[in-house]
T-cell receptor, first 116, second 115 residues
Framework: GAVVSQHPSWVICKSGTSVKIECRSL??????MFWYRQFPKQSLMLMAT?????????EQGVEKDKFLINHASLTLSTLTVTSAHPEDSSFYIC????????????FGQGTRLTVV | AQSVTQPDIHITVSEGASLELRCNYS??????LFWYVQSPGQGLQLLLK??????LVQGIKGFEAEFKRSQSSFNLRKPSVHWSDAAEYFC?????????????FGTGTKLQVIP
């Protein structure tokens, strides 16, 4: 299957700083990428849909100024957690769909964010 | 409202025993159905998917799932569980309606395998 690379896989940052997470489709192009957040022992919650060349679509309750999403190319989307707080500590996962079609979404390996 | 339910939060089976993980969905029409596996601290790996056709689908790692329209279910099965199968399993659905399709995940079932 197609490969989605997420970087970094683990990050620790201080409160008040910003953290950028990258999601890359390595062997396919993705006009749409998705960002999920997973709380401990819970399912994945869709945060936003990232569209190449346009603004992201955020789910209800997700602060767009807090979680900045940029999808500048067909292979890269970034999620920036701005002014991070301990409550932002979580596991963030991205997924991407191939532009050539298909409903299957391929997932990155996730990023464990810890804010101290 | 559209929803995906995995009734079992945690299941423990003995190695070599059979396994069935339950998944029920509530949608207006039959959606696309998926099962993913997540190992600790890892992303999600697709086990299998159902779009249409044969209601019994085969996946990787010896898993299979059966779509039952009358029960709105898509249960995951494996005849003989291996210790390496211990992980969390998520059922997911995507509306079969074309255009933008949001993936909705169930709450997950954590599988523990004992010797």
């Amino acid at each position: 299957g197609a490969v989605v690379s997420q970087h970094p896989s683990w990050v620790i940052c201080k409160s008040g700083t910003s953290v950028k997470i990258e999601c890359r489709s390595l062997d396919f192009q993705a006009t749409t990428m998705f960002w999920y957040r997973q709380f401990p022992k819970q399912s994945l919650m869709l945060m936003a849909t990232s569209n190449e060349g346009s603004k992201a679509t955020y789910e209800q309750g997700v602060e767009k100024d807090k979680f900045l999403i940029n999808h500048a190319s067909l292979t890269l989307s970034t999620l920036t957690v701005t002014s991070a707080h301990p409550e932002d500590s979580s596991f963030y996962i991205c997924s991407a769909r191939d532009v050539t079609g298909g409903t299957e979404a391929f997932f990155g390996q996730g990023t464990r964010l810890t804010v101290v | 409202a559209q929803s995906v339910t995995q009734p079992d939060i945690h299941i423990t089976v003995s190695e070599g025993a059979s396994l069935e993980l339950r998944c029920n969905y509530s949608y207006g029409a039959t959606p696309y159905l998926f099962w993913y596996v997540q190992s600790p601290g890892q992303g999600l790996q697709l086990l299998l998917k159902y779009f249409s056709g044969d209601t019994l689908v085969q996946g990787i790692k010896g898993f299979e799932a059966e779509f039952k329209r009358s029960q709105s279910s898509f249960n995951l099965r494996k005849p003989s569980v291996h210790w390496s199968d211990a992980a969390e399993y998520f059922c997911a659905v995507v509306p079969n309606s074309g255009g933008y399709q949001k993936v909705t995940f169930g709450t997950g079932t954590k599988l523990q395998v004992i010797p």
